[in-house]
Nanobody, 114 residues
Framework: QVQMEESGGGLVQSGGSLRLSCVAS????????RGWYRQYPGKQRELVATISNSGSTNYAASVKGRFTISTDNAKNTVNLQMHSLKPEDTAVYYCYAWAQEPYWGQGTQVTVSS
């Protein structure tokens, strides 16, 4: 079982920055992929960014060039640095990990005011 704990959400003005972090604990299985998804009210969860153990990254077109995903393997952490935030980035952001099955954090609210 993997526990995922997110931090760093909040309220920011348009054009501002936020950094999300997620610590994974409790697993004895190697995590292959880590990432971030977001969910708008009434919508399905959508990919924001992922990073593999080899360092390969994948970004949604809407965040490419503004968001950067990174990991600290020593701390079992995945981070999402978000710059140039827009009101349309307002959503609940979920930390994700794949270790033979998917694991999710509880979600953290990001609100960008115009």
């Amino acid at each position: 079982q993997v526990q995922m704990e997110e931090s760093g959400g909040g309220l920011v003005q348009s054009g501002g920055s936020l950094r999300l972090s997620c610590v994974a604990s409790g697993t004895r299985t190697s995590i292959k992929i880590r990432g971030w998804y977001r969910q708008y009210p009434g919508k399905q969860r959508e990919l924001v960014a992922t990073i593999s153990n080899s360092g390969s990254t994948n970004y949604a077109a809407s965040v490419k060039g503004r968001f950067t995903i990174s990991t600290d393997n020593a701390k079992n952490t995945v981070n999402l640095q978000m710059h140039s935030l827009k009101p349309e980035d307002t959503a609940v952001y979920y930390c994700y990990a794949w270790a033979q099955e998917p694991y999710w954090g509880q979600g953290t609210q990001v609100t960008v005011s115009s």
